[in-house]
C-alpha cells in the first residue's frame, strides 16, 4: 500500500496521504469538525502545515481530502 500517515497540527486527526502526493499540495483534513486546509511542506518525514484561509478562497482551489 502506498500510503503516509501525518496528523493535522490544528487537531491531531491521523490522515492517510498518498505517496504519489507532490510537496505544496494542499490538503483538507478529514475531521469533519475541523476541515483546516493543509500544505505539505517536507516529504521524509511528512509534514503539513495550515494554510491561512485567505490563501483558500478562489475559483480553482479543489483540495482533497483523507481520513
Keep these: 500500500m ?5 496528523r ?4 491531531k ?10 510537496l505544496g499540495s494542499l490538503v ?3 475531521n469533519p469538525r ?3 486546509s493543509l500544505r505539505i511542506i517536507r516529504r521524509r518525514p511528512l ?3 495550515p494554510v491561512p484561509e485567505t490563501e483558500t478562497y478562489h475559483v ?5 481530502s483523507y481520513g
Design 2 to 6: 502506498n500510503v503516509e500517515f501525518v
Design 8 to 11: 493535522c497540527p490544528t487537531c
Design 13 to 22: 486527526q491521523k490522515l492517510a496521504l498518498q505517496k504519489y502526493i507532490t
Design 28 to 30: 483538507v483534513c478529514a
Design 34 to 36: 475541523c476541515g483546516t
Design 47 to 49: 509534514q503539513v502545515e
Design 60 to 64: 480553482d482551489y479543489r483540495p482533497e
